[in-house]
């Protein structure tokens, strides 16, 4: 049973350039969350995508953006970088109806801007 | 404005003794809680959730504790292992069931 899987595990991108991330959800899950987790903070919440369509967002600018796709996998978006968009980027998978806020993360993306 | 708080970035336990997590939040509207436990190169993995509608949850060797009326919980791990030594997240939700995070506390786990 495959779980939450993250693509590339580490890059290295230059401050105006764009970046995608990829995820696949852990087997039998509907629903994926993007989380971005700065040095010393916890996760904070980009968004949620199911039946792919973005269902919540949290406080991201618009260079933040997603997809998913009818395999349930997602990808998310970022341009124009910021060197203060450096931080590990989680994703999340759950069933929607499951309605807990039990989730089940990758090992992260790890994007640095230099 | 922290939502979730965790004001102990660290705590330091000799092994077999207790370890307490303590997690303070803000937002009345919350009605689950949630702990995750990360390891270094790793994403955070579901530990232990509790209802609003109780006031303590156990699994094993975790518990956690709920007081809505001062907005508290925390989570006793007993006894402590040194494999227990981990970054512990708390965490919690409305019926939105979008988890809000603390920052997180370290816990150090002496052989």
């Not at chain 1, 899950?29 to 039946?51: N, R």
């Not at chain 2, 509207?29 to 995750?36: G, I, N, P, T, V």
């Not at chain 2, 699994?59 to 907005?71: E, I």
């Not at chain 2, 965490?91 to 069931?97: I, K, N, P, V």
Request: hydrophobic share 30%.
């Amino acid at each position: 049973d495959a779980g939450v899987t993250q693509s590339p595990t580490h890059l290295i991108k230059t401050r105006g350039q764009q970046v995608t991330l990829r995820c696949s959800p852990k087997s039998g899950h509907d629903t994926v969350s993007w989380y971005q987790q700065a040095l010393g903070q916890g996760p904070q919440f980009i968004f949620q995508y199911y039946e792919e369509e973005e269902r919540q967002r949290g406080n991201f600018p618009d260079r933040f953006s997603g997809h998913q796709f009818p395999n349930y996998s997602s990808e998310l978006n970022v341009n124009a970088l910021l060197l203060g968009d450096s931080a590990l980027y989680l994703c999340a998978s759950s069933l929607y109806r499951a309605n807990t806020g039990e989730l089940f993360f990758g090992e992260g993306s790890r994007l640095t801007v230099l | 404005d922290q939502q979730v708080k965790q004001n102990s970035p660290s705590l330091s336990v000799q092994e077999g003794r207790i370890s307490i997590l303590n997690c303070d939040y803000t937002n009345s509207m919350f009605d689950y809680f949630l702990w995750y436990k990360k390891y270094p190169a790793e994403g955070p993995t579901f530990l232990i959730s509790i209802s609003s509608i109780k006031d303590k949850n156990e699994d094993g060797r975790f518990t956690v504790f709920l007081n809505k009326s001062a907005k508290h919980l925390s989570l006793h791990i007993v006894p402590s292992q040194p494999g227990d030594s981990a970054v512990y997240f708390c965490a919690a939700s409305e019926r939105s069931y979008i988890p809000t995070f603390g920052r997180g506390t370290s816990l150090i786990v002496h052989p």
